[in-house]
């Protein structure tokens, strides 16, 4: 008897194991969560309808799914800010392959991916080959990417009448967004690739610490080649169902889908300076956001003004992941 209480004693409950690690690291943003999905149920009586709960779903799975590549890129002390150039490419890509080339749609999306990947990888080998800046390298790869856009399309929307092309972006199994049911998919197989495989650890390793990490016989460069690879897969099936939605390929459409991407992360209590973050953290993020722009066209806020209002959220979770910092690195 007294070893079975002794083992029982020694077994971490699943709360001081699992809950309580979580709330420490995502609390702030989970109750920021809660207090604005409160906030905007009073302000506007239209935002706890089906429909409108319906649509918030479906105009975040595209955040959510661009934000599950970003945490990963985070993580390792990255940043990519061509995902907006990779939506645009990769969406025209495949409207073209089914307009202009008379390809298959299953073709057009195994085009638009490896596509994505491949820029992904490009990005990835200049980054860890080269040891240049992050920034610099994606900002560089955005010029690129958008010229490559409007060269193919001459600067035009490539418009797509096909049912099964906006199938993906519109249609539905049963009552739930097909957007939808992808971005479930996407973020619960992103959250076992981060927390319950060799991957998941040798990223986390490498944001920490890449010297230490490549001692302990981590392949660091390969590493940071699979997480871009990875980030530009989920982008071009972003730009898939986006251009789904839209029944169109346009060389525009994914501006400044990257700052609500790297939003949702940083509000979701991933590092900027690398080597921790968690899928789920990065969904309460992309809640924010979403709420909170779905909330404000309820309300009537001007889009120049939502611009404002993001920024300084983006600024404030900025600030109190700082403080964290500070707090985990005094103690």
């Not at 955040?63 to 890129?73: D, E, K, Q, R, Y």
């Amino acid at each position: 008897m007294s070893s079975i209480t002794k083992k029982e004693e020694n077994t971490p409950s699943t709360f001081k194991s699992k809950v309580l690690p979580f709330l420490r690291e995502q609390g702030s943003a989970a109750a920021g969560l809660i207090i604005l999905f409160v906030i905007m149920s009073v302000a506007s009586s239209n935002f706890l309808t089906m429909d409108n709960l319906v649509n918030v779903m479906r105009q975040i799975s595209i955040n959510a799914i661009l934000a599950v590549g970003m945490t990963f890129v985070i993580i390792t002390a990255g940043i990519d800010l061509s995902v907006g150039a990779v939506i645009a490419l990769t969406g025209t890509l495949w409207a073209a392959t089914v307009v202009n080339y008379n390809m298959p749609i299953w073709v057009g999306i195994i085009l638009a991916l490896c596509i994505g990947g491949l820029l992904g990888v490009v990005k990835g080998l200049i980054i860890s080959t080269q040891k240049l800046p992050p920034f610099i390298v994606t900002l560089a790869m955005l010029t690129i990417i958008s010229g490559l856009s409007f060269v193919f399309t001459g600067g035009r929307p490539i418009s797509v009448n096909t049912d099964a092309f906006k199938m993906i972006g519109r249609g539905y199994i049963g009552p739930i967004p097909i957007p939808v049911i992808i971005m479930i998919v996407v973020v619960i197989a992103g959250h076992y690739l981060l927390k319950k495989t060799s991957f998941g650890r040798h990223v986390l390793a490498v944001g920490g610490n890449p010297e230490a990490a490549r001692l302990c016989g981590v392949k660091v460069t390969s590493v940071i080649v699979k997480v871009y690879a990875l980030a530009g897969v989920l982008t071009a099936l972003a730009g898939i169902i986006l251009s789904s939605r839209l029944a169109s390929g346009s060389p525009t459409v994914g501006d400044g889908a990257e700052l609500d991407a790297i939003a949702a992360v940083v509000l979701g209590g991933t590092n900027m300076m690398g080597g921790s973050g968690s899928i789920l953290g990065t969904c309460i993020g992309v809640g924010i956001i979403g709420i909170l722009g779905n909330g404000l066209n309820l309300l009537g806020v001007s889009s120049y003004n939502q611009m404002i209002i993001k920024g300084l959220v983006m600024l404030f979770a900025i600030w109190i992941n700082n403080l964290k910092l500070k707090k985990a690195n005094s103690n």
